[in-house]
Each structure stands twice: as structure tokens, then as C-alpha cells.
């Protein structure tokens, strides 16, 4: 098992050192675009814009990562890159001693390594010191891979016995990490706590975060939405999708407007979204916010947030296509092609021909319909990889995709009998 690991770690090394090549497949003779996907992955993955300002300052982040043991940061679906992870912790790792494991994965100083040696995906850690000793946090921050980056799990031999832990090679494939559990994690900081809000948060669930919380997005609502899957941003906005549960970017540069929004807004970078100073102005928007959203708008011409690297962003998020369906009976999804576009109905909202989607907002496909801001209704997602995101609905209120075809088979009056649901679940894991 240890010269097992041991080589994924080489290949982890070798795999992220080449993603940039295979990311670019595609694109113009196959080339990085003149380095933009690969300067966009970089960015996907390491920066923060200044939101440690926010998540460090203000909420108090760094205090609990400080104290956090691997554990229970596991737990919370943190994803470990292995390539990253510091010799040390690996030998304990990959030894035979099971205690020496044990205690490893309860103790918050090899958390604090492991964010120190940048393993930790999605949160950067700030120092008083630049002593390679000094490892306790007088900061942190956040990049977006903390809820779109997922790893190849490793097993380890612990005294539990052979355990699979989030540490691995980072895919990139535009799956969610819906094992993050975001607003549990910033339910302990001491700004959740000192104000309140730690039931709220917590509340979210793991693969949830409400856009419109702790920012001037704020609808008076609690209303958290699923981490969406990303992928196939070209041929989805070639036929009309727009960006965001409510659809509201739409059009060219849509990727780097909604990017802008996510980082600035949500993410508190240092940035100006829609105002005089914003890096994509006028924004890429199919509709405007609400008035009261917009009067609290801040424009900020010290901001970082530029327009070449949410460019660049937008380069890599448009290199990602939704992996190749696998797993799936195809006979069986052939009998449930026929049900999706006859009986089922499904094809109404999302046409083969358009990539599985269509114009339109929705407020009725989910128990409890859409309040707040996105009262006005849910945009039709595309379905190519939908096999591969669950739990369903932007609300993660399906956690399968026979539970998905049982709402619509119940909301349509469908009367499908068991075996055409078997049958349209094949086809859907197909796409």
C-alpha cells in the first residue's frame, strides 16, 4: 500500500503538470489558447482576490482552521491534493503504525501543514512569519475550488480498516463537490457565532450555499442552492442557456460576468461588479437585479478583479466537458430514450437538439417552490453528465435519479410503471 500511494503522488505530479495540455483538447490545434486555460486554472484554483479580508477579518475563518483536525475536516468535504501533501505527514500516512495514523488524522497541526503546503483544496492560509515553521493562521481565504474541485480518493490501512479519504488527484472535471459542507464550516467561526447566524448556516447542507447570505445580495430569505455542475459552457450558451439558477447572464462573456459577480458579491474580493469600475461593464445580464441590490452595489477603482483574468477564467471553465458516461444498461436506456421524448415528456424542457435544454424559468418542479430572489423561477439546466451530480434540483431535494423521475412522474400524472422508470433513469445516467 505504501508503494501504492507513493506512486500516486508521482503521477498527481504529473497529472497537474500536463491538465493544462489536455484542458486546451479542442480549442484551436489543440493548443492552452496562448496560455489563457492554463492561466485560468490557476486562478480557478489558488486566488482569492482579497477575500481573506472577509472570510479572515470578518468572519474569523483562520480560527477555526487553526484548530480543525484532518478528521473532521474530512468530514466537512474537504478534498486533499496529494501530490501536495508534505513528506512527513505522507510516511505517516503510508506506514504501517495504525496508531501513528490515528492520531495523525485528530491532530489540527497536520491540518495546519497540510494548508501551509497548499494540499488543502480551495482554502489559502496567510502567516505572521515567513518561517517555514510558523504554520498557525493569522489568516485565510477561499478560491473556487473548495466547491467545484473534487479528488480521486485514496485507501488507507487505519485501525477502522481500509478507509477511503478524500485525498487524492484533483479531477477538474467540473464536478461539485457536494460533500462540502461550506455553511457548516463558517457556522463555527466566531463572527456566526457572536451574531447568531450558526443554526442558519449549518442549516445549508453539504453541496449548499446561499448566494444571497452575508452580502448585499441579500433577499431576507434562506435560501441556499446547489454548487452546479461545470461543463460544456459552449454548446449549452450556443443554444440560449443562461448562467446562474435564476438565468440571469446570459450572452457574450457571460462566464466572466457571472465570475465577476461570484467573486466580488459572494466570494468578497476586491472588486466592482456592475458599477463604473467593473472589470466586464456592462455586465453580460439577461435581466437586471432588483433596484434594492443595485443601490448596494459598490464601486471600488482599487479593485483587483480585472477583466483579462476573468477572461482567462472563462477560457478554462470553457475547456470543460462533461466526463463520458459510464455504468449504464443500454438497453435499457434505449427503451428510456423512447419514453423520454413520448410518454415521459421530458424532451419539452430539454430537447436533445438543443443540448438538453431550453429557455424558461420554472417554480414548480421542487416541494417547497423557489422564494426570494428566485421566486421568479428556476433556468432549465442542461442533463449531459447529470449521472454524475447528485443530489438533484437547486435544491438538492432529490438525493437520486429515480427520486427525480418519481417527482415528475408524480407532478405530470405520468403513470409510469416501474420498469419505464428503470428504463428512464438509464438513459439519463447515459447522457
Known amino acids: 500500500m505504501k508503494d501504492m ?55 474569523g475563518l483562520h480560527t477555526v482552521l487553526n484548530n480543525v483536525a484532518p478528521k473532521d475536516a474530512v468530514a466537512l468535504g474537504v478534498q486533499v491534493d496529494i501530490s501536495k501533501v508534505p513528506a512527513e505527514v505522507a510516511a505517516v500516512m503510508t506506514g504501517s503504525d495504525l496508531a501513528a495514523k490515528d492520531a495523525a488524522l485528530a491532530d489540527p497541526a497536520i491540518t495546519r501543514k497540510l494548508i501551509k503546503a497548499g494540499a488543502v483544496i480551495g482554502v489559502k492560509g496567510f502567516y505572521g512569519s515567513a518561517a517555514a515553521t510558523d504554520d498557525t493562521m493569522t489568516n ?68 449548499r450555499f446561499d448566494i444571497r447570505a452575508l452580502n448585499e445580495l441579500d433577499d431576507g430569505v434562506d435560501n441556499p442552492t446547489a454548487f452546479p455542475p461545470l461543463w460544456n459552457f459552449p454548446e449549452l450558451q450556443a443554444h440560449g442557456y443562461a448562467l446562474g439558477w435564476d438565468g440571469m447572464f446570459k450572452g457574450e462573456n457571460a462566464l466572466a460576468s457571472i465570475a465577476e459577480a461570484v467573486y466580488d458579491l459572494i466570494m468578497h474580493g476586491n472588486g466592482s461588479f456592475a458599477t463604473a469600475s467593473g472589470a466586464i461593464n456592462p455586465p453580460a445580464l439577461a435581466f437586471a437585479p432588483r433596484q434594492a441590490v443595485l443601490d448596494r452595489l459598490q464601486d471600488n477603482p482599487a479593485g483587483v478583479i480585472t477583466r483579462d483574468r476573468l477572461l482567462q477564467l472563462q477560457a478554462f471553465l470553457q475547456s470543460i466537458t462533461s466526463p463520458a458516461p459510464s455504468g449504464f444498461d443500454a ?101
Open 5 to 59: 500511494v507513493r506512486k500516486r503522488i508521482r503521477r498527481a505530479a504529473l497529472g497537474l503538470a500536463t491538465f493544462a495540455l489536455l484542458a486546451g483538447c479542442g480549442s484551436s490545434g489543440g493548443t492552452d489558447n496562448n496560455g489563457q486555460i492554463s492561466a485560468g486554472r490557476e486562478i480557478f484554483m489558488a486566488e482569492t482576490f482579497g477575500n481573506e479580508k472577509f472570510f479572515g477579518d470578518t468572519l
Open 140 to 207: 485565510a481565504g477561499i478560491t473556487c475550488g473548495l466547491c467545484h474541485v473534487t479528488v480521486k480518493p485514496t485507501t488507507f490501512r487505519l485501525t477502522a480498516g481500509d478507509t477511503a479519504l478524500p485525498i487524492g488527484e484533483p479531477q477538474l472535471n467540473g464536478v461539485p463537490n457536494a460533500r462540502m459542507d461550506a455553511g457548516k464550516v463558517l457556522s463555527f467561526t466566531p463572527f456566526a457565532q457572536q451574531n447568531g447566524l450558526s443554526a442558519t448556516l449549518a442549516g445549508w447542507g453539504p453541496g
Open 331 to 431: 438497453a435499457k436506456a434505449a427503451q428510456g430514450a423512447a419514453l423520454f421524448g413520448g410518454k415521459a415528456g421530458c424532451s419539452s424542457c430539454h430537447p436533445q437538439a438543443t443540448a438538453f435544454t431550453s429557455a424558461g424559468r420554472h417554480a414548480d418542479i421542487t416541494a417547497v417552490p423557489p422564494t426570494g430572489d428566485l421566486a421568479g423561477g428556476i433556468k432549465v439546466p442542461g442533463l449531459k453528465g447529470v449521472g454524475l451530480t447528485a443530489p438533484y434540483f437547486h435544491d438538492n431535494s432529490a438525493a437520486t435519479l429515480p427520486d427525480v423521475v418519481n417527482r415528475f412522474d408524480v407532478r405530470g400524472n405520468l403513470g409510469l410503471s416501474a420498469a419505464e422508470k428503470d428504463a428512464l433513469v438509464e438513459y439519463l445516467k447515459s447522457l
